[in-house]
């Protein structure tokens, strides 16, 4: 079995933890079956995090399950921008952590929805890094796929990158993103990491 924890960003802690680090530190998951903890990773930065200090909590967090006896696992928010994603997979290998990661990918969905959800998560949503998805900002009606995104991580993914897979939010529904990933896994095979999907 395994969690992903996840703080968000409240101004102040609904409970009686300030982070996701204490609730690792109480044994409660070890305890009770847990083999894997999630936690997130941040590929285009955190707008109250510094870069320096979310490596620093990772590397805590890694350690920490780690030494619990349990596998740890990154889980990325969304994003459009490939080349954000390869950058920040081949420095998190060059700081020797070496944890699993799940690539988050927006599932196809009508892209005024899609927009939405990149302003909700502070989620860099540049003209030229959505022409590169496949969305133009003159017209913005109708659907977007993450084709490009994934032919993108396809091509530029190397063994500096480390164990990658993708993680879809499906954020256009769930039988659309389905049906994408189906679709997608037929005509590509094995030529991408696993799919997941929460």
Same mark, same amino acid.
């Given at each position: 079995?395994?969690?992903?924890?996840?703080?968000?960003?409240?101004?102040?802690? &609904?409970?009686?933890?300030?982070?996701?680090?204490?609730?690792?530190?109480?044994?409660?998951? *070890?305890?009770?079956?847990?083999?894997? #903890?999630?936690?997130?990773?941040?590929? *285009?930065?955190? %707008?109250?995090?510094?870069?320096?200090?979310?490596?620093?909590?990772? &590397?805590?967090?890694? &350690? /920490?399950?780690?030494?619990?006896?349990?596998?740890?696992?990154?889980?990325?928010?969304?994003?459009?921008?490939?080349?954000?994603? =390869?950058?920040? =997979?081949? *420095?998190?290998?060059?700081?020797?952590?070496?944890?699993?990661?799940?690539?988050?990918?927006?599932?196809?969905?009508? #892209?005024?929805?899609?927009?939405?959800?990149?302003?909700?998560?502070?989620?860099?949503?540049?003209?030229?890094?959505?022409?590169?998805?496949?969305?133009?900002?003159?017209?913005?009606?109708?659907?977007?796929? %993450?084709?490009?995104?994934?032919?993108?991580?396809?091509?530029?993914?190397? %063994? /500096?990158?480390?164990?990658?897979?993708?993680?879809?939010?499906?954020?256009?529904?769930?039988?659309?993103?389905?049906?994408?990933?189906?679709?997608?896994?037929?005509?590509?095979?094995?030529?991408?990491?696993?799919?997941?999907?929460?």
């Amino acid at each position: 079995m395994r969690v992903f924890l996840v703080a968000g960003d409240p101004p102040q802690p &609904e409970g009686p933890f300030s982070d996701t680090l204490q609730m690792t530190r109480t044994g409660i998951f *070890e305890d009770n079956g847990i083999t894997a #903890i999630g936690i997130a990773g941040h590929p *285009e930065g955190h %707008p109250a995090v510094s870069a320096p200090q979310l490596w620093d909590w990772m &590397e805590r967090k890694i &350690e /920490e399950i780690t030494g619990r006896g349990m596998a740890p696992l990154v889980v990325t928010q969304f994003g459009f921008d490939s080349d954000a994603f =390869l950058s920040w =997979l081949a *420095e998190m290998r060059q700081r020797d952590i070496d944890a699993p990661v799940h690539i988050g990918m927006p599932g196809p969905g009508g #892209i005024k929805r899609l927009l939405r959800y990149a302003k909700f998560c502070g989620v860099g949503a540049s003209a030229s890094v959505l022409k590169n998805y496949g969305i133009s900002l003159t017209n913005l009606i109708g659907p977007a796929g %993450p084709d490009k995104l994934v032919d993108a991580l396809r091509t530029g993914m190397g %063994p /500096e990158h480390g164990r990658v897979r993708l993680h879809f939010y499906p954020f256009g529904g769930l039988k659309p993103t389905v049906e994408w990933i189906n679709q997608h896994a037929a005509k590509h095979g094995d030529a991408l990491p696993r799919y997941d999907m929460t």
